[in-house]
């Protein structure tokens, strides 16, 4: 199984920061998926990237697969307490969801 | 249409006891996994049932089984619990098994916080 390690690990800010969790490995992935778990819920996908360089953008949060699909990034613009939440990174293996070590956010007022 | 349920949402075992979770997964979905989550090692795989069958197992000793029931709802049960046991347990659930081609979302439940003392 291989690896897919996020950093950081906690990211603290305030509302109005921007943001940059990254996903790496040193494999390649036909996809990667983003996913996002807030208090006392369990993760909710928020996107998947199929292609090398694919940057796909949802409101305020933009991902890019990079370009040898070994990695991936999850950028937010003027984030706000909504955001607080654990991104998750996930690749599917050999019939089952991997998922990356986790970044925690916390978004204050 | 509802989403995927898990019972029970808290609960609270001593060491050697034995615990049992249920999951319903949305209508219509039949493929079920179980993931466990804790602080230290994340989200990591136990296993998954598709049609009543169990077609993955991830790295946990024998204590940990499940099963897949024909209206597609599963258990897993946890037996001799250790203190390492205590954890988030969450159910997920897709209308097909993961694979390479599929790329499509598992949707998962609140999960099972389970402590055991």
């Known amino acids: 199984t291989q690896l897919l390690e996020q950093s950081p690990q906690f990211l603290s800010i305030q509302e109005g920061e921007n943001l940059t969790v990254y996903c790496n490995s040193s494999s390649v992935f036909s996809s990667l998926q983003w996913y996002r778990q807030e208090p006392g819920e369990g993760p909710v996908l928020l996107v998947t990237?199929?292609?090398?360089?694919e940057v796909k953008k949802l409101k305020r949060l933009t991902f890019q697969f990079g370009d040898a699909r070994k990695d991936s990034s999850l950028h937010i613009t003027a984030a706000q307490p909504g955001d607080t939440g654990l991104y998750l990174c996930?690749?599917?293996?050999?019939?089952?969801?991997?998922f990356g070590t986790g970044t925690r956010l916390l978004v204050s007022p | 249409k509802a989403g995927v349920t898990q019972t029970p949402r808290y609960l609270i075992k001593t060491r050697g006891q034995q615990v049992t979770l249920s999951c319903s997964p949305i209508?219509?979905?039949?493929?079920v996994s179980w993931y466990q989550q804790t602080p230290g090692q994340g989200l990591q795989f136990l296993f998954e049932?598709?049609?009543?069958?169990?077609?993955n197992k991830g790295n946990f000793p024998g204590r940990f089984s499940g099963r897949q029931f024909s209206n597609s709802r599963s258990e897993m049960n946890v037996s001799t619990l250790e203190l390492g046991d205590s954890a988030l347990y969450l159910c997920?659930?897709?209308?097909?098994?993961?694979?390479?081609?599929?790329?499509?979302?598992?949707?998962f439940g609140e999960g099972s916080r389970l402590t055991v003392l």
């Open positions: 990237v199929v292609t090398g360089g």
């Open positions: 049932y598709f049609s009543e069958t169990q077609r």
């Open positions: 997920a659930s897709s209308f097909t098994v993961r694979g390479p081609a599929n790329t499509g979302e598992l949707f």
């Open positions: 996930a690749y599917t293996g050999f019939q089952k969801l991997v």
């Open positions: 209508s219509g979905h039949r493929s």
